[in-house]
């Protein structure tokens, strides 16, 4: 499924800055995507740098791509503004046992061109995250952020996220 936003469409309610001009398109991914998407990922380093757009690493995102792509229950989406990758999310689906069975969504990895930030392209993509969540099923959307990105917290919530939940992590990466 594709979703067209308008920037009509992003102006009511969003709070987005200076929006972008053209259509903002969302869409699954395809693996001809996959280079630029890594792209966008590698040059998010607020937190060190977790990605890499050295070929040499790319058979992993490769491989995650395909069983991204094999898995009924998520999505890897991008954002199109004029034909060109400028953001990118995944979306996936999971049943609970809790709140009697609920089907929730998970939004996870979303991240925007650092050049187009502030233009809309991250409203799009979680406005259309919300519809198609909505659409399959989902009685809710939830995602996480690092606390320390301040100004994404106040991005989600001007979208109606509420800051609720405390998460905890392990990370079995680091040494």
Known sequence: MTDQVTPADRATGT??????TAPI???PATRADLPVIVSILARETLFGVRDSADPADFADYEQAFAEI???????LY???L???VVGTFQLMMMRALTRHGARLA???????????????VGAAMMEFAIAEAKRRGASSLQLVSNKKRLDAHRFYE?????????GFKIDFTVG
């Open 106 to 120: 998970i939004a996870e990895a979303v991240q925007v061109d650092p050049d187009l930030r502030g233009q809309g």
């Open 78 to 80: 991008v954002a199109r």
């Open 158 to 166: 001007r979208l109606g996220f509420e800051k609720r939940l405390d």
């Open 82 to 84: 004029g034909g060109r």
């Open 15 to 20: 709070g987005s800055d200076a929006p972008a």
């Open 25 to 27: 398109l969302v869409e």
């Open 69 to 75: 792509a094999a898995d009924p229950r998520a999505t």
